[in-house]
Nanobody
């Protein structure tokens, strides 16, 4: 069984940086795309960044464009999210997700993804 395990969440001050990691382990899973979602209290889970696994095409939500960078290491089967210039409104639980198919691009809905990590908390203090 494939598992996704996120790490890197923390408490940071406004303007700080964090790098989240998502490591895939277990049985080989044909990954076509991966994404980072976040969910703040009382809000829906939203896609903030996604990447086509083999060709590296990326997508960013407007709220994080020019601040966050998604990347992947195909050899290590690890997804990253570099977050710079963090703001209090970035506070949320961050989830990585993997998709075994491409239905369209970008795939922005949680239902587009097949596997999920357990989430990691990012808190940005003002």
């Amino acid at each position: 069984q494939v598992q996704l395990v996120e790490s890197g969440g923390a408490l940071v001050q406004t303007g700080g940086s964090l790098r989240l990691s998502c490591a895939a382990s277990g049985r080989t899973f044909s990954t076509y795309a991966m994404g980072w979602f976040r969910q703040a209290p009382g809000k829906e889970r939203e896609l903030i960044a996604a990447i086509r696994w083999m060709i590296g095409i990326t997508y960013y939500a407007d709220s994080v464009k020019d601040r966050f960078t998604i990347s992947r290491d195909n050899v290590k089967n690890t997804l990253y999210l570099q977050m710079n210039n963090l703001k209090p409104e970035d506070t949320a639980v961050f989830y990585c997700a993997a998709a075994g198919r491409i239905s369209r691009w970008p795939m922005t809905r949680p239902g587009d993804y097949d596997l999920w990590g357990q989430g990691t908390q990012v808190t940005v203090s003002s």
